[in-house]
């Protein structure tokens, strides 16, 4: 049987973000699980990546959930989660890319008398995929990348003096952008074992009063192009490891029925799946199986 090819599990919560990465995945199918959350996978050209994108939709509840049954699914060897942000930095600029070096989710504490103790969550970004990332962009000069933190929380921030604005400068000043599904998928990819994972955002808007102007623009598809690019980057670096796995079922490609289900024909057994102890012996009969 040949190796499977590896699997880069790469999410995205909007449309424009999905659009933005799919441009450079060639050779397109769609699986659908079981449960009707869809992929489309196929190859990254140039590399042995074989890319799944998937487009989960807002909040990070939302993407811990299906990060999981999509890591469960596909067996990846790295999950990216992709797409546009807020800046909470001066010098973090609209069309500027941040590579979570770790993700904060913001609203974790204790409310006493005295007022709310915050009591941190921060998950770390893969140092491999960071490393890859970093060596990436050092050549590309259309980019402008920042390695720093990134907040996670279920808000659009569009009011920099806002409590909640005070709030993450006061106890996550060191975060560079806000968005909304990043610890949710990084945590699912921890929990899962030893998985690579990392956040990539573009920078959008300001996290301030200007943001509808910002998104008017044109600014949120200029951001998802420049997180999109490096992430490809990121992936022609970053090498799969060797005797890779994948899924030990295959998907159902196409639309109508959804599920696992696979057929094998030919002259082969598939014994995937299975632990042998010694020889194993095998007859072919011709025209009666």
Same mark, same amino acid.
């Given at each position: ?5 590896? %699997? ?20 397109? /199918? &769609? ?20 890319? =799944? ?17 999509? %890591?469960?699914?596909?067996?990846? /060897? ?26 904060? &989710? ?38 402008? =990348? ?14 920099? &003096?806002? &409590?909640?604005?005070?709030? %993450? ?121």
């Amino acid at each position: 049987m040949p190796e499977p090819h590896p %699997i880069v599990l790469v999410l995205t919560a909007l449309p424009l973000e999905y659009a933005a990465v799919r441009a450079y995945v060639e050779d397109r /199918q &769609e699986l659908v699980h079981t449960d009707g959350t869809r992929v489309e996978q196929g190859q990254l050209a140039d590399t042995a990546w074989q890319v =799944a994108i998937s487009e989960l939709g807002v909040g990070a509840d939302r993407a811990a959930a299906l990060t999981t049954q999509l %890591i469960n699914w596909l067996h990846p /060897q790295a999950v990216l989660f992709v797409g546009v942000a807020g800046s909470l930095k001066d010098d973090v600029e609209i069309g500027d890319v941040v590579v979570g070096t770790q993700v904060y &989710e913001i609203y974790g504490g204790k409310q006493e008398p005295q007022g709310f103790l915050v009591r941190p969550k921060a998950l770390p970004g893969s140092h491999a995929l960071e490393q890859a990332a970093r060596s990436a962009v050092r050549d590309m000069a259309d980019v402008r =990348a920042h390695f720093m933190p990134i907040a996670t929380g279920d808000v659009v921030l569009a009011d920099a &003096e806002s &409590e909640i604005a005070r709030f %993450i400068r006061s106890n996550y000043n060191d975060a560079g952008a806000i968005e909304m599904e990043g610890f949710g998928a990084l945590q699912a990819a921890h929990l899962s074992g030893q998985l690579n994972a990392l956040v990539i955002r573009g920078i959008s808007d300001r996290a301030d009063g200007d943001k509808r102007n910002a998104d008017a623009s044109g600014s949120q598809q200029r951001a998802a192009k420049q997180a999109a690019l490096v992430t490809v980057a990121l992936l022609r670096k970053h090498r799969p490891r060797e005797g890779s796995d994948s899924s030990e079922e295959e998907p159902h490609r196409g639309g109508d029925r959804g599920g696992y289900g696979a057929t094998y024909g030919g002259d082969h057994i598939d014994f995937r799946g299975g632990t042998f102890h010694g020889p194993v012996v095998g007859k072919r009969v011709d025209g009666r199986g």
